[in-house]
């Protein structure tokens, strides 16, 4: 065991963050830590790697493990340069190289000396000693390893003598990523790590984790990537952790299912807990001594039911729904070799594009390579160099810009929803932002003030909006929770329009993709499938890619699903989905339930409790007729002109007797009508 965290609690100002979190890690696992943003994932890494101390609970970790932990903003400040910075976490190596060196200067002279003697000896013996640590550490790979590592995370060669000082804060991200899994850690601790990568350096770091030999911790929102990396999620909620085991698909099916059963099991309570009230009040209403009797017997039983807490339930989902006011044309865009360039610098040319509706088509490629030039192309906030672009019929588009420059900083959230749609009237504007998080006073902060979650929610309540019927994404998904992406990803996928996107979100592209054109050496490449179609093309050597050069479309894959559909995680090109992940009981389970009941038998089960509850119906009504007829007797005997009437008042006597006797008899006949409706 690498690491045993026990009873784990931590508050802040009084606010519990964690409250009796526990869980171990062995030393290969890869854990995942999930949970919405301030559930506390990082508050636990931070307990984790010491840098700050629980208020009660330990974390165990043995003396002679090596923790390494990448932080969202990594402080890292050096005069050298990209290559000298990552090799440098090493110097032991380097100084043992060093070393070596200088012993095969050492063995050279001693050749010369008279054979045999001490020193001689010696020297080689040293050499032998270190040589063999150098090797068995990696000494020999070291250079090797650090070009491998710049390059898997997207720096070229060309930038390795670049200055760390000089580097944008994405780049020291992947330069502190890269010194850390040349450091090679016991437990590697990994905060968002592919924040500031593209697809392909995210790809290679997956392969790079896959095949870590020690532990890794990671919390991230990209699920596509831990779905391919992790074998144990840790999903903290309300302050507990759970640990399921499994990728992060298993862990949401999982979830879900749990979830699910503790909601059935609190409503299930909560019905018996009413029920038997509800038997409490008509028993004591009935006020005869044994129903009074069997009402307090009740009320003790009632007393001693366990209650079931309701499952935490927090109010962290946008309510978003795409609806298009005006159908397009079938043809949604046309382009013909279009073409984009900065100076010398050329982004892509010759590129055709033929959209048609309710297609989602995902762009994707390396970062710089003109995808998010291409979409404000489409939107109209850019101007192509060469080609041309027409739209079809009735088609209304809309943009989303990643970097919300659509917003307007000196606006209030409440203006900037007013001032787009002044037809709106307050009570409306409110409700609106709401449905996104917005609430009380946060309607008046101001839009510069806002978070990157916050602007994207409030981009996503404008472009909901506009309901126009083409959609122009461009990074939807960032800055956004997972449960906001999964939001977003039903509202794309049951949306009827058309939607073209940029994305680095493999899980969203998986998910709603219907169509994916990548950028490769300046032209499109078109794949007709999702996310998991695509890389099964790419590794396919009979795939012909300049065949799939986007104006020379392959004929639609009939194994691909097609526009508007969605494949699930784990599915590839509408293949059936892969077998559960390791850990995955499913089958045990299936195989320990019960034989489902016929549908003859769940037919004769519902009509006896139908003739079951009819008749405890029937039953409720005759004593409501009964005791109303008691009552009129009562008031017919107070009456003056017959409490001096023996005759009558011994006639209606009779009937009270009548009365109480079939009431007496249809108390019995109730309670056991209502104790056979419980229990059925």
Not at 24 to 45: C, F, P, R, S, V
Not at 293 to 313: H, T
Request: negative net charge.
């Amino acid at each position: 065991m690498i690491l045993a965290v026990n009873e784990l609690y931590k508050s802040y100002d009084g606010k519990d963050i964690l409250r009796g979190v526990s869980f171990h890690m062995e030393a290969h696992d890869k854990l995942a830590i999930t949970g919405i943003n301030g559930a506390g994932k990082t508050t636990l890494l931070r307990q984790i790697i010491g840098e700050e101390h629980p208020d009660s609970g330990t974390v165990v970790i043995p003396k002679e493990a090596r923790i390494g932990y990448l932080s969202q903003i990594p402080d890292i400040e050096s005069d050298r340069t990209i290559y000298d910075e990552v090799i440098s976490v090493r110097s032991d190596l380097l100084e043992a190289e060093k070393t070596l060196r200088d012993l095969e200067l050492k063995m050279q002279h001693a050749a010369s000396e008279e054979a045999g003697s001490a020193s001689a000896g010696d020297v080689f013996d040293r050499y032998a000693t270190l040589s063999h640590r150098f090797e068995s550490e990696g000494g020999y790979a070291l250079r090797s390893n650090v070009v491998g590592i710049l390059k898997g995370l997207g720096f070229r060669e060309d930038e390795f003598d670049k200055k760390v000082s000089v580097l944008s804060g994405g780049q020291k991200t992947r330069l502190s990523l890269g010194r850390l899994l040349l450091d090679s850690p016991d437990i590697l601790i990994l905060d968002e790590p592919t924040n500031h990568l593209d697809i392909d350096s995210v790809a290679w770091l997956e392969g790079y984790l896959r095949s870590w030999k020690g532990a890794v911790i990671i919390v991230s929102h990209d699920r596509y990537f831990l779905d391919r990396i992790v074998n144990k999620v840790l999903d903290i909620e309300n302050g507990h952790a759970r640990l399921y085991t499994g990728n992060y698909t298993a862990f949401a099916e999982k979830k879900a299912a749990l979830r699910k059963d503790q909601m059935r099991a609190w409503l299930n309570n909560q019905a018996e807990i009413r029920h038997q009230q509800e038997v409490i009040d008509k028993l004591k209403r009935f006020n005869r001594e044994k129903s009074i009797k069997r009402a307090e017997s009740r009320e003790k039983m009632l007393a001693r039911v366990e209650r079931v807490d309701k499952p935490f339930d927090v109010d962290d989902a946008m309510r978003l729904h795409f609806t298009p006011s005006k159908l397009s044309g079938k043809d949604v865009l046309f382009a013909d070799g279009l073409g984009k360039s900065y100076g010398d610098l050329e982004l892509f040319a010759g590129v055709d594009l033929d959209v048609k509706r309710g297609e989602k088509l995902a762009i994707i490629g390396p970062n710089g390579t003109g995808k998010t030039t291409l979409l404000k192309i489409i939107s109209g906030n850019e101007v192509q160099d060469e080609g041309e672009l027409e739209f079809g019929s009735r088609v209304e588009p809309a943009y989303y810009d990643q970097e919300h420059q659509v917003l307007n900083p000196d606006n209030t959230v409440f203006d900037e929803i007013s001032d787009a749609y002044p037809y709106m009237n307050n009570t409306e504007i409110r409700n609106l932002l709401a449905s996104f998080l917005f609430t009380g006073d946060d309607v008046f902060k101001m839009v510069r003030d806002l978070s990157g979650g916050e602007k994207g929610r409030l981009s996503l309540a404008k472009l909901m909006l506009s309901k126009a019927n083409l959609l122009l994404l461009d990074e939807p998904t960032n800055h956004l929770d997972i449960t906001s992406k999964e939001i977003l990803e039903e509202a794309v996928r049951n949306y009827e329009g058309t939607v073209i996107y940029v994305s680095h979100d493999r899980y969203f592209i998986n998910r709603t993709a219907s169509r994916i054109l990548e950028l490769d050496h300046r032209h499109f490449v078109n794949y007709q499938g999702n996310y998991d179609y695509y890389l099964e093309k790419k590794a396919d050597p009979t795939f012909d890619a300049s065949k799939a050069i986007s104006g020379k479309l392959q004929e639609r894959d009939t194994a691909a699903f097609g526009a508007g559909n969605a494949a699930v995680p784990g599915q590839s090109g509408g293949k059936p989905a892969a077998a559960p992940a390791a850990g995955d009981n499913g089958s045990t389970e299936a195989a320990d339930k019960k034989p489902a009941l016929s549908f003859q038998e769940q037919k004769e089960r519902k009509q006896q409790l139908q003739k079951l509850r009819t008749a405890l119906a029937a039953c409720e009504k005759e004593i409501n007729e009964k005791e109303a007829a008691s009552e009129a007797i009562d008031e017919e005997m107070a009456k003056p002109e017959v409490a001096v009437n023996s005759a009558k008042l011994n006639e209606l006597a009779k009937k009270k007797d009548g009365l109480t006797e079939a009431l007496e008899e249809l108390y019995l006949r109730w309670e056991e009508l209502s104790e056979s409706v419980e229990n059925f």
